[in-house]
């Protein structure tokens, strides 16, 4: 499941139908249910590529430090050891492989920051639909 799929199901299932209020507020545990189950498996995707992220970072520091195994600079050779601390952070933060990984876990971020904010605006739902039953008895009269 990628991030548009799940604004796609939100834009279908954020909609409130103004006539069947009730079935609505029915709805709401079924939302609640369907976007904290997403939630909770993306946050375990997330914990699962930040491991990855830490083993790779080791890798690449193994790499750079020279501490490697000889097969890995047979594969991708590297003429010299960095021995400074500035040059490391800056060789293993140009990295292409951590770069790559730590795009998913940003990634896996924005993902949770958007189905926090869906979470919320379902447990904001009930207000909504009860303002909107206040109204229609307010335009009736009542």
Avoid: C
Wanted: no cysteine.
């Amino acid at each position: 499941m990628n991030l548009d799929q799940i604004q796609e199901m939100w834009q279908k299932d954020s909609v409130i139908d103004p006539d069947n209020l009730h079935d609505e507020s029915l709805k709401v545990p079924q939302l609640h249910s369907k976007y904290y189950t997403l939630y909770t498996t993306i946050n375990l995707l997330r914990e699962k590529a930040l491991q990855n992220y830490n083993r790779v970072k080791l890798e690449r520091y193994n790499y750079y430090t020279g501490k490697a195994p000889a097969e890995v600079y047979v594969e991708d050779p590297f003429p010299y050891k960095v021995r400074e601390k500035d040059a490391l952070q800056r060789y293993i933060e140009a990295d292409e492989k951590l770069s790559a990984v730590d795009h998913k876990v940003k990634y896996y971020d924005v993902m949770l920051k958007f189905l926090e904010e869906i979470i919320k605006t379902i447990s904001n739902r009930t207000y909504q639909i009860k303002n909107a039953i206040d109204w229609h008895k307010f335009q009736a009269g009542f």
